[in-house]
């Protein structure tokens, strides 16, 4: 089950690692991606914090942690084939994966309902 943010960010449990990537909405506001920089592995972050940058032909974006922990993955893939976010902005597309800090913060993710409305809205 996927969980966002109102930033457009998306995670995906699994245990206690969550995959993260930006949404359909957001890939789609932005238009083709160009380039992707993503975290080290490694790297902390606080719920919030700037975690990667995606750049498309329109536009440069930050990309958020929607928790807290620390990454143990990356999308190398991005590197050679940044549109793939475009393609499968919830499979192959994901960016990077952490281990939680707190397993509880996903419940303040909004669900796929909510998520909806908010876009629906924008």
């Known amino acids: 089950m996927l969980r966002f943010t109102r930033d457009h960010e998306w995670l995906r449990m699994d245990g206690d690692i969550a995959t993260v990537g930006?949404?359909?909405?957001?890939q789609e506001?932005?238009?083709?991606?160009?380039?992707?920089?993503?975290?080290?592995?490694?790297?902390?972050f606080?719920?919030?914090?700037?975690?990667?940058?995606?750049e498309s032909v329109k536009a440069a974006a930050d990309v958020y942690a929607p928790v807290a922990g620390e990454v143990t993955a990356v999308n190398e893939g991005l590197a050679e084939q940044p549109g793939l976010v475009n393609a499968e902005p919830t499979g192959n597309g994901w960016l990077f994966k952490m281990k939680?800090?707190?397993?509880?913060?996903?419940?303040?993710?909004?669900?796929e309902k909510a998520y909806d409305a908010l876009t629906s809205a924008a």
């Open 29 to 44: 506001k932005l238009g083709d991606l160009v380039f992707v920089e993503l975290p080290s592995v490694g790297a902390r």
């Open 100 to 111: 939680l800090a707190d397993p509880a913060e996903v419940d303040g993710l909004l669900d």
């Open 22 to 26: 930006i949404t359909p909405f957001a």
């Open 46 to 54: 606080d719920t919030g914090a700037v975690a990667a940058t995606v």
